[in-house]
C-alpha cells in the first residue's frame, strides 16, 4: 500500500536548523506534487511548502519563505524540507501530502499523507 514515511523531526533551539525527510512508496509517483503541511496544537492543518514534480516549481508560506528549502529526489522518491533560522512559532507536527493538485497550498487535493513529524523549538 502506499506510505509517506516522515524523519528528521527532533527539539532544537530557536535559531538552529532541521531537514525534514519524506520517503514514499507503494505506487508510482510520477507526476505528482509533494508538500508538507504543519499542525500545532489547537491550530488547523496549514500549508508550509510545495513541489512539482519536475522540481523546477516550489511553492511557500509567506511564514517560512527565505527560511525553509523543499527539494525532491525522485530516484529515491523523498522530498525534502531544509529549516533554518527556526522559531518557536514553527513548532508543530509536521505532514508529507503527495498528490496530483492544481493548487499546491489546498490540502484537500492531496490523496496521500504521512504520520507526521514532531518539530519543537525552543525560545
Known amino acids: 500500500q502506499v506510505q509517506l514515511v516522515e524523519s528528521g523531526g527532533g527539539y532544537v533551539q530557536a535559531g538552529g536548523s532541521l531537514r525534514l525527510s519524506c520517503a514514499a512508496s507503494?505506487?508510482?509517483?510520477?507526476?505528482?506534487?509533494m508538500g508538507w503541511f504543519r499542525q500545532a496544537p489547537g491550530k488547523e492543518r496549514e500549508f508550509v511548502a510545495a513541489i512539482k514534480w519536475s522540481g523546477d516549481s516550489t511553492y511557500y508560506a509567506d511564514s517560512v519563505k527565505g527560511r525553509f528549502t523543499i527539494s525532491r529526489d525522485n530516484a529515491k522518491i523523498t522530498v525534502y524540507l531544509q529549516m533554518n533560522s527556526l522559531k518557536p512559532e514553527d513548532t508543530a507536527v509536521y505532514y508529507c501530502?503527495?498528490?496530483?493538485?492544481?493548487?499546491?497550498?489546498?490540502?484537500?487535493?492531496?490523496?496521500?499523507w504521512g504520520q507526521g513529524t514532531q518539530v519543537t523549538v525552543s525560545s
Open positions: 501530502a503527495a498528490g496530483y493538485v492544481t493548487s499546491s497550498s489546498h490540502r484537500d487535493q492531496y490523496a496521500y
Open positions: 507503494g505506487r508510482t509517483f510520477r507526476g505528482y506534487s
